[in-house]
């Protein structure tokens, strides 16, 4: 049996079966529905239900959403199914609406040591083939077993001739293991995208907020280096929250980018400073230099990627100084079943 969910927003309708989800139907009948890892854990497919109920599969949490989004009726609408007629409201995504996943071939050009547990990976196309993508967007490796490890995009669109991604290692992870363990240039691998929904929204002219945390800076990286290619006006405030100074892999680019652009700032923030570093600059979390820089975040547009308590925190956070939720874009890199982020 299937029943028809209505987007209120747009006027939108499609059918889905009861065993379906919502975001499932919606792209099946070309209904270009926001969505990220599509498992339940980036947050990028909620929706709020405003008439009908929706049910979840046996055992799963929406644990991404807040209590007060599930008491304003918000849903995963990638795990969502509808238990009788829907009607939604979500806005529908059209920048990204032009740029279809494929799945490529790649070639290993080379693994760089950054840190003892940080890598960037370049991977290189077959020259026929190319891989279109926004800045801020990620990839999928899949694995032989099919199952598939999500890492973003470090790489501006503009400079896709070899593809950069920037590798945390997770100890006993199904992929990091081997990049860290025994991969070696040349190599082939097998990847699919462009996916996700956080990316530089250019229609804007707000001031720019971009928070980043550990691995966080690489999707944050490739919205910079996009918008100094624009040669973009608007101004970017980039804060890079790690533990220790040596975390701050590619803090000389960063520094550089301040140098060379007037409207670009750049402050990194260490957690766990090392009194061997003897560190001058900011300290705590990252989201809380933020707050104790900008009194009202009304008028910016905020870029966050890195860790879900960093997200969390900061979602709050930002509320609070006034932030409108639609000004706000995240990444959430969660480790989980088939959407692994790091």
Same mark, same amino acid.
């Given at each position: 049996? =299937?029943?028809?969910?209505?987007?209120?927003?747009?006027?939108? =309708?499609?059918?889905?079966?009861?065993?379906?989800?919502?975001?499932?139907?919606?792209?099946? $009948?070309?209904?270009?529905?926001?969505?990220?890892?599509?498992?339940?854990?980036?947050?990028?497919?909620?929706?709020?239900?405003?008439?009908?109920?929706?049910? /979840?599969?046996?055992?799963?949490?929406?644990?991404?959403?807040?209590?007060?989004?599930?008491?304003?009726?918000?849903?995963?609408?990638?795990?969502?199914?509808?238990?009788?007629?829907?009607?939604?409201?979500?806005?529908?995504?059209?920048?990204?609406? *032009?740029? &279809?996943?494929? *799945?490529?071939?790649?070639?290993?050009?080379?693994?760089?040591?950054?840190?003892?547990?940080?890598?960037?990976?370049?991977?290189?196309?077959?020259?026929?083939?190319?891989?279109?993508?926004?800045?801020?967007?990620?990839?999928?490796?899949?694995?032989?077993?099919?199952?598939?490890?999500?890492?973003?995009?470090?790489?501006?669109?503009?400079?896709?001739?070899?593809?950069?991604?920037?590798?945390?290692?997770?100890?006993?992870?199904?992929?990091?293991?081997?990049?860290?363990? @025994?991969?070696?240039?040349?190599?082939?691998?097998?990847?699919?995208? &462009?996916?996700?929904?956080?990316? #530089?929204?250019?229609?804007?002219?707000?001031?720019?907020?971009?928070?980043?945390?550990?691995?966080?800076?690489?999707?944050?990286?490739?919205?910079?280096?996009?918008?100094?290619?624009?040669?973009?006006?608007?101004?970017?405030? #980039?804060?890079?929250?790690?533990?220790?100074?040596?975390?701050? /892999?590619?803090?000389? #680019?960063?520094?550089?980018?301040?140098?060379?652009?007037?409207?670009?700032?750049?402050?990194?923030?260490?957690?766990?400073?090392?009194?061997?570093?003897?560190?001058?600059?900011?300290?705590?979390?990252?989201?809380?230099?933020?707050?104790?820089? /900008?009194?009202?975040?009304?008028?910016?547009?905020?870029?966050?990627?890195?860790?879900?308590?960093?997200?969390?925190?900061?979602?709050?956070?930002?509320?609070?100084?006034?932030?409108?939720?639609? $000004?706000?874009?995240? @990444?959430?890199?969660?480790?989980?079943?088939?959407?692994?982020?790091?």
């Amino acid at each position: 049996m =299937s029943h028809r969910i209505t987007n209120q927003t747009t006027g939108h =309708s499609f059918e889905a079966a009861e065993e379906e989800s919502i975001l499932d139907a919606a792209l099946n $009948q070309g209904q270009n529905l926001p969505y990220g890892c599509r498992n339940g854990f980036c947050g990028d497919c909620k929706g709020r239900v405003v008439a009908g109920e929706v049910r /979840y599969p046996a055992g799963f949490e929406p644990q991404t959403l807040r209590p007060e989004e599930r008491r304003a009726g918000y849903a995963l609408l990638c795990k969502a199914m509808p238990a009788g007629d829907v009607t939604l409201e979500v806005k529908e995504v059209s920048q990204g609406e *032009e740029l &279809p996943m494929v *799945e490529l071939d790649a070639t290993v050009e080379r693994v760089e040591q950054l840190t003892a547990d940080v890598v960037r990976l370049f991977l290189r196309l077959p020259e026929a083939e190319t891989l279109r993508f926004l800045a801020g967007q990620y990839i999928n490796f899949i694995l032989n077993d099919g199952r598939r490890r999500a890492f973003s995009l470090a790489n501006a669109p503009h400079n896709e001739g070899a593809i950069e991604l920037h590798l945390r290692h997770v100890a006993g992870g199904a992929f990091t293991e081997h990049v860290f363990g @025994d991969m070696q240039a040349g190599e082939k691998l097998r990847i699919e995208g &462009p996916v996700g929904q956080f990316y #530089l929204r250019e229609g804007s002219d707000r001031k720019v907020i971009l928070v980043a945390g550990g691995t966080g800076f690489a999707p944050v990286k490739a919205i910079v280096e996009h918008a100094l290619e624009e040669k973009s006006n608007r101004p970017m405030h #980039l804060y890079w929250g790690v533990r220790e100074q040596k975390d701050l /892999y590619l803090d000389a #680019l960063a520094r550089d980018w301040a140098a060379r652009h007037p409207s670009f700032s750049y402050t990194p923030v260490l957690s766990e400073p090392q009194a061997a570093d003897a560190w001058q600059g900011r300290t705590g979390f990252v989201h809380n230099a933020v707050v104790e820089d /900008y009194a009202d975040l009304s008028g910016f547009d905020v870029y966050m990627a890195g860790p879900p308590v960093m997200i969390d925190a900061a979602r709050a956070a930002f509320s609070a100084q006034g932030l409108p939720q639609e $000004q706000l874009y995240y @990444d959430s890199f969660e480790i989980a079943g088939a959407s692994e982020k790091q």
